[in-house]
């Protein structure tokens, strides 16, 4: 029997829409749409333009209408942290603030100073310390009196806020409110306490559901506006980390991951949270996973370093394409000439890529890189070193041996990064599938119509559905790559 799911995957630069097909153990995928959106500067601050969001979902399902498919169902997974204020009357009152707003750079520290200790709220939430957590958010908003905040009814993070606006039903899915640092995993609710610092009513936040649970269906007015009969809404894994772990092809546990895009996330499933003394030093994040799992985990600066940099290279009529950057990587003479620690805070929103990079290698006492050539590989070889750095911390924390990395996502198609990556960690890279997010967003809606019936059941289907790539390290160069992770250790963080 054939069943057909609409997943809306939004990431922090673009969006899409996606059919998929579930018919005899293989799931099938047709894009839709894509669509760009920007952050909206305005004033001081920095936006998402959540209308226009909106608006796309619409457009998808007014699409499927148009072509006389009626999905099964319709589900929204989108990046972290950032949240809508509803007001009284049950609409938005502002567009969210984009988490690489600057109000929330020095909050962190504020926080723990006025209000709770860090090694306490890394006690109630497991959460790596970022300066963008909601947390944050909520208390620099707070702080600056935002008239948003002081108006709320309800937050909503962003996948169950749009799916609200589908449906008319208030939800907070888990895995999405764990990215928050609100969230306790081990009484899996909004921690009270930290509410109470920010000065915020326990009900707030509407009530907690887990992912693969119908919300709802399309609202009278939403299904005349597109034409779309009034199809379930399901809350799917809500963070599209974890709707992309939840697709990982693993046959067993022994595997870590690297989802790999404008973020790295590199992390290992576990059945309970790891919380301890020793995760709070080393900043791992427990995030909530599918089917009672938590991802253990760290957060990386990923491809956004070199998205930025080819950002300013088109302004100044360069070539942008990977192909050529790659190749222009490979004829650097020195490869591992210079090296910069990508989650440096001065990577994290600069005026220029560029300039940070080189300023950074300058002031470390490194070779200055200046060609597309050379900041391309100083990039790529950095990332890979990070990578190995968290992964050795990964193994110390680890339950199980860690056999193999797989890397998901759009960065799983990097073979130059998947080959160092390999090579510097010395174990195995399964790269695939590129469309891990939307996959684990349509599985998880075949969970929630009974298709499938668990996570080891979604995970055999999409392994029988996707071409993946091998990477054995080469054995090459192993003296050259520990002498370079030995730099990179000494570098300022």
């Keep these: 029997m054939k069943h057909q799911f609409l997943a809306v995957d939004l990431g922090a630069t673009s969006g899409r829409t996606v059919l ?28 998402w333009d959540f209308p226009h969001l909106y608006n796309e979902i619409e457009s998808a ?19 972290g942290v950032d949240i809508v204020c509803f007001g009284d009357d049950g609409l938005p009152l502002a567009n969210p603030f984009s988490y690489r707003d600057p109000h929330t750079a020095d909050e962190p520290a504020r926080f723990f100073r006025d209000c709770l200790p860090s090694e306490h709220v890394y006690d109630l939430t497991g959460i790596q310390v970022m300066n963008f957590n909601t947390l944050f958010q909520l208390s620099a908003m707070k702080r600056d009196g935002n008239s948003a905040l002081n108006a709320a009814r309800r937050i909503m993070f962003l996948p169950d806020a749009l799916s609200y606006l589908l449906c008319g039903i208030e939800v907070t899915e888990y895995t999405i409110a764990s990215t928050s640092q609100l969230l306790n995993p081990t009484t899996r609710r909004i921690e009270p306490a930290l509410l109470s610092a920010l000065g915020l009513q326990p009900d707030i936040f509407p009530p907690l559901i887990m992912p693969a649970t119908v919300i709802g269906r399309l609202t009278p007015a939403v299904s005349h506006r597109t034409g779309m009969a009034q199809i379930p809404v399901i809350s799917v894994a809500g963070h599209d980390t974890a709707s992309a772990v939840a697709a990982i092809p693993a046959t067993d546990e022994s595997f870590a991951y690297l989802s790999s895009g404008t973020w790295s996330l590199m992390g290992i499933e576990v059945p309970q949270p790891i919380i301890n003394d020793d995760s709070c030093v080393a900043n791992f994040t427990n995030e909530g996973g599918v089917d009672g799992t938590t991802r253990f985990l760290k957060n990386i600066c990923g491809m956004w370093l070199l998205e930025s940099c080819r950002n300013e290279w088109e302004k100044e009529g360069l070539p942008t394409d990977f192909d050529t950057l790659f190749t222009l990587s490979d004829r650097v003479t020195d490869p591992m000439r210079s090296i910069i620690f990508p989650d440096a805070a001065e990577f994290g929103s600069p005026v220029s890529m560029l300039d940070a990079i080189r300023t950074y290698c300058r002031e470390s006492g490194q070779p200055v890189p200046e060609t597309q050539g050379e900041i391309t590989r100083c990039i790529l070889v950095s990332l890979a070193l990070r990578y190995r750095q968290v992964m050795e911390m990964l193994k110390r924390f680890a339950p199980f041996p860690i056999k193999r990395l797989h890397i998901i996502g759009g960065g799983s198609r990097n073979e130059r990064l998947n080959r160092m990556t390999a090579d510097v960690l010395r174990m195995p890279v399964v790269a695939g599938p590129v469309e891990c997010t939307a ?6 809606q075949a969970k929630a119509a009974g298709v499938v019936s668990n996570l080891e059941r979604m995970r055999a289907v999409i392994r029988k559905s996707v071409e993946l790539k091998e990477f054995q390290p080469s054995g090459e160069n192993n003296e050259l790559w520990d002498e370079a992770y030995a730099r990179f250790l000494t570098l300022p963080k």
Excluded: C
């Excluded at 998929?20 to 004033?43: C, N, P, Q, Y």
């Excluded at 072509?67 to 990046?79: K, N």
């Excluded at 996959?439 to 998880?444: K, P, S, T």
């Design 20 to 47: 998929g097909t579930v018919t005899d153990d293989v799931v099938t995928m047709k894009e839709l749409t894509r669509f760009g959106h920007d952050i909206v500067s305005m004033g001081n601050h920095r936006y």
């Design 61 to 79: 399902l007014s699409l499927l209408a148009s072509q006389g498919i009626t999905p099964t169902s319709i589900g929204i997974d989108t990046w």
């Design 439 to 444: 996959l684990g967003n349509v599985m998880l």
